[in-house]
C-alpha cells in the first residue's frame, strides 16, 4: 500500500517536470503558430529602387522565430547583368552609410531564385543590404532595412527606424 503510493507520487511528479520542461522550451522559443513567413519587399521582392525602410515599417512588429524571405534574380540592363545578394551590416552606423566593409554576404546572388530564407533568431537589431555595383542598390536602389524582432511573439520592440 506505501508502496504503491509512493510509486504514484513519483511518477505525478515526473509528469509534472516533463510538462514544466515542456512548457518553458515553448516559452523560450514562442508558439510556434505565431510564426511569419515574411515576403521581402511583398510582391515588388528584392529589387532596386524600392522603399524596403518604409516596407519594413509598415510591415512589422516582426517577431523571434520569423522567417525573411528575399526574392532577386539579375537585372538585365542593355547587355549588363546586374546581380543582388543579401548582407548583414556589423553596425548600424555602417547600415546608415552603406558601408560594407565589415558586413557579411549571407544570401549570394544564386540564392534568390529560390529564395533565400533568414530566420530572426535573436531579439537585437538586424541590418540588410544589397552590396551590388559598390553599394549603390543600397544608396541610390534603397536596397537596405533594419528590423528589430521582439521576443516570444509579443508587444515590446517594434520595427527599427532606418530612414533616421
Ligand atoms: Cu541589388
Not at 21 to 38: E, N, V
Not at 103 to 118: H, L, N, Q, W
Not at 120 to 148: D, E, I, N, Q, S
Request: glycine share 10%; net charge positive.
Amino acid at each position: 500500500m506505501d508502496l504503491s503510493f509512493c510509486t504514484c507520487r513519483r511518477t505525478l511528479l515526473m509528469l509534472l517536470v516533463i510538462i514544466a520542461l515542456a512548457s518553458s522550451a515553448l516559452m523560450a522559443q514562442g508558439w510556434p503558430s505565431c510564426y511569419r513567413k515574411i515576403i521581402v519587399g511583398g510582391n515588388s521582392h528584392w529589387k532596386f529602387g524600392f522603399n524596403y525602410s518604409n516596407w519594413a515599417l509598415q510591415t512589422g512588429p516582426f517577431h523571434v522565430g520569423d522567417t525573411l524571405v528575399f526574392y532577386y534574380k539579375p537585372d538585365h540592363v542593355g547587355n549588363l547583368t546586374i546581380e543582388h545578394n543579401v548582407y548583414l551590416f556589423k553596425h548600424h552606423k555602417d547600415f546608415q552609410n552603406c558601408n560594407f566593409s565589415t558586413a557579411i554576404e549571407v544570401g549570394d546572388p544564386s540564392k534568390g531564385k529560390r529564395g533565400f530564407k533568414f530566420v530572426l533568431r535573436k531579439p537585437r537589431p538586424y541590418y540588410f543590404g544589397c552590396a551590388a555595383r559598390a553599394g549603390l542598390h543600397c544608396t541610390l536602389g534603397m536596397m537596405k532595412f533594419g528590423v528589430r524582432p521582439a521576443c516570444g511573439g509579443s508587444k515590446l520592440l517594434d520595427t527599427v527606424r532606418t530612414d533616421l
